[in-house]
Nanobody, 122 residues
């Protein structure tokens, strides 16, 4: 069992930055790959980025490529998503998730956090 808790969301002006954190409970976190997803009002949940268990492999959605950096610190059981040059269209609830498979498919993720709201004003 893995429990995930996100933090770091908030209100930011366009062009600003935020760093989201995802703290996991349990020693087995390091054996899971981690992903970040987001869901805007009225839209389906979409993939943002993933990182493998070791931190050595990452992948980003085209919508955030070049503006986002995913990372993790297994010693701290924590994952991160740094978002720069934020745009109003980045406004959404951001979720971290853990999976055994390295994938962008949300239905392959076994564990989810409760989400953290990111609002970007124009």
């Amino acid at each position: 069992q893995v429990q995930l808790v996100e933090s770091g969301g908030g209100l930011v002006q366009a062009g600003g930055s935020l760093r989201l954190s995802c703290v996991a409970s349990g020693r087995i976190f390091r054996s899971y790959h981690m992903g970040w997803f987001r869901q805007a009002p009225g839209k389906e949940r979409e993939f943002v980025a993933y990182i493998d268990w070791s931190g050595g492999s990452t992948y980003y959605a085209d919508s955030v490529k070049g503006r986002a950096t995913i990372s993790r610190d297994n010693a701290k059981n924590t994952g991160y998503l740094q978002m720069n040059s934020l745009k109003p269209e980045d406004t959404a609830v951001y979720y971290c998730a853990a999976a055994r498979a390295l994938t962008s498919a949300s239905n392959s993720y076994n564990y989810w956090g409760q989400g953290t709201q990111v609002t970007v004003s124009s």
